[in-house]
């Protein structure tokens, strides 16, 4: 306990003539705290002392850091008149941490109080920290436990308030579900599509049944993928769309229509009316093409016949030269004589012809 509150006493006191001050202490672990008292320095003079304008504008954080920008603000001094703050101060801070920071500055672009010292000071003769160093634990005596759902089993150890809850509950002591569409810690995430416009699960967002049309997934946020679409994305897109697959996530209403000959919402129905002139069309295009085969296959029997005779002749011609001779011989011969028994008969002919 303090008994000597001067410069040679128990105070640490910082520098002279500086523009920024601080005091740092190390709790060893993350404690639940109540509340801070502060003892500053008076030389043992009576109060309030002409060491108040130093203490001035003072700020105190608890962190779990050694840094005071990762810190909780529990405290700012500043004045609304003039005046001085006291020496001996109660700050109430219910959180929890590690380092309780002291700080205080005089930067040179600011106009302070009339009050306030030129320079920032840090003197400190007493600091008590009040709390529980049991986890998860309040109350006067540390001897009540935290509500089981508050997150990381931290509450306020005045009031059992949560300092958080886990994910899926709100409330001060955590014990109520997020609100239907809502889940996740802090209850700040919304829930997918899920079927039928169900809620889903307040922890973690999934969705009791299936999803809803167009989405999928378990939490139901994504869309469905190329050539999906309905209800839990389980449809395929028709192929008889104009563009094959490719429909509306939602309604699987083809992307620029159906195909010719093909109609319905999704594509699906045949079109009689087109298929008409579809079927006219294939008739047409199936005789052409038989016609086609037909005449192909004549002129393919045909040149391999003649190829065929031209090939035999030759090898007889070779295996044979007389009989060439003499069957051109022959073929000569019959040709004369049947040449002129055909000028014989047209001079007949023409003989009736005259008489008549």
Request: hydrophobic share 25%.
């Amino acid at each position: 306990m303090y008994t000597d509150r001067g410069q040679s006493g128990q105070c640490a006191i910082s520098d002279n003539n500086q523009t920024t001050a601080m005091w740092r202490v190390d709790l060893e672990s993350i404690v639940s705290i109540s509340h801070i008292d502060i003892y500053n320095r008076t030389d043992n003079f009576r109060r309030p002392s002409s060491y108040t304008s130093r203490m001035a504008g003072f700020i105190l954080y608890v962190s779990n850091t050694t840094s005071k920008t990762d810190g909780y603000l529990c405290f700012h001094e500043i004045q609304t008149v003039a005046g001085t703050p006291s020496e001996d101060q109660r700050i109430n801070c219910s959180v929890h941490g590690r380092y309780v920071i002291y700080y205080n500055e005089r930067r040179p672009d600011v106009d302070y109080p009339s009050y306030y010292s030129g320079f920032a000071y840090s003197e400190l003769c007493e600091v008590e920290v009040y709390g529980c160093r049991i986890k998860a634990y309040f109350g006067q005596n540390c001897s009540r436990p935290c509500p089981i759902n508050c997150q990381g089993r931290r509450c306020d150890i005045n009031t059992g308030h949560c300092l958080g809850c886990v994910p899926g509950y709100k409330g001060h002591r955590c014990e109520q579900v997020c609100d239907e569409m809502t889940y996740g810690l802090e209850c700040a995430l919304s829930c997918g599509n899920c079927s039928d416009g169900k809620t889903c699960h307040h922890v973690n967002g999934t969705c009791w049944s299936d999803c809803d049309t167009g989405v999928h997934g378990d939490r139901c946020q994504h869309e469905c993928r190329f050539g999906h679409y309905g209800r839990n994305c389980m449809n395929t897109c028709s192929k008889s769309c104009i563009v094959t697959n490719k429909c509306n996530r939602m309604t699987g209403v083809c992307d620029g229509g159906c195909k010719p000959g093909w109609a319905g919402i999704t594509c699906d129905q045949r079109n009689d009316r087109d298929c008409e002139s579809c079927s006219a069309k294939v008739a047409i295009g199936v005789v052409v093409a038989v016609i086609i085969v037909l005449i192909g296959s004549i002129i393919n029997v045909v040149i391999l016949k003649r190829n065929h005779e031209q090939v035999t002749l030759k090898r007889n011609q070779k295996s044979n030269p007389a009989a060439k001779s003499k069957d051109v011989s022959d073929v000569s011969m019959k040709q004369y004589s049947e040449g002129e028994e055909q000028s014989k008969s047209d001079n007949y002919m023409y003989e009736e012809l005259s008489r008549i």
